[in-house]
């Protein structure tokens, strides 16, 4: 049978990219974010091989129940992949704002907590793949950089996880990239990564025959 993916932040830029990927290659995707529209409208372009699935990864419940419901659907989820995050409009300690901040720590910290505890016991059943959205910001230190620290944590639990799935048959991968060309920046970036690229990187992770751990993947623009 097809094999069934579900990914956050799913509505712009390397989540909606994945999933295009995903379907094109014969998976099946549920696509979680808050834009309902933006989801509505990327089923419309995918077909019956996408189910839109809104609401808030900051919100355990939200996350529990979209993948709940998306594994009642299709009958069992093969891979997880948790890409939603935030960036900071202010760089550095003393600029940052406090409410971003707490706002930017839901998201990419609690917000991929509880995506992998609402994937792990759908992932346990299939021998399932787990895939986490990092960055060249959580791989090296870059001065007061508090969303890097965000994501050096999201690399940190990565691990931990590829261990734990071990256990069980299960795989992580960390994808850690550099600037992508998304709606993450406000300006177009077209020299830099696009975000096509991060999905033939997840791919890649997700074929890789069941013998091999992709742990990470680190994609830097030439320039
Ligand atoms: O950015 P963007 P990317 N609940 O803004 C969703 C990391 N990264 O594709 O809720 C649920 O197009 C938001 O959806 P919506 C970055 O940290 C990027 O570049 O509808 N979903 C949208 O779908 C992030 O982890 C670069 O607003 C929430 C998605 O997240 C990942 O790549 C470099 C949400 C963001 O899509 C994808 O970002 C790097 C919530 N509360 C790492 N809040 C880069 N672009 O250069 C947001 O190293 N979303």
């Not at 974010?33 to 609401?55: C, F, I, M, Y």
């Not at 787990?130 to 050096?152: M, N, P």
């Amino acid at each position: 049978s097809e094999k069934t993916l579900f990914i956050t932040g799913a509505s712009s830029g390397i989540g909606a990219a994945t999933a295009r990927q995903a379907v094109q290659n014969g998976w099946t995707v549920g696509l979680f974010a808050r834009s309902e529209d933006k989801l509505k409208a990327l089923v419309d372009e995918l077909g019956d091989k996408a189910t839109a699935l809104p609401g808030d990864v900051t919100d355990f419940k939200s996350v529990k129940d979209a993948v709940d419901k998306f594994a009642d659907q299709v009958g069992g989820i093969d891979a997880v992949y948790a890409n939603a995050g935030t960036g900071l409009s202010a760089p550095g300690t003393e600029a940052g704002d406090p409410d971003e901040w707490e706002q930017m720590i839901k998201v990419n910290v609690m917000g991929v907590l509880w995506t992998v505890k609402a994937a792990m016991p759908h992932l346990k059943k299939r021998k399932g793949h787990l895939l986490l959205t990092g960055s060249a910001a959580g791989r090296r230190h870059i001065a007061g950089s508090v969303y890097g620290a965000s994501k050096w944590f999201v690399h940190g639990y990565g691990g931990n996880l590829s261990e734990e799935m071990r256990e069980f048959g299960g795989r992580c991968t960390v994808i850690a990239p550099g600037m992508v060309d998304t709606p993450f920046f406000d300006e177009p970036k077209p020299d830099k990564l696009q975000p096509e690229d991060i999905a033939d990187a997840v791919m890649h992770a997700l074929k890789a025959d069941s013998r091999c751990a992709v742990n990470e993947i680190f994609l830097m623009p030439t320039q």
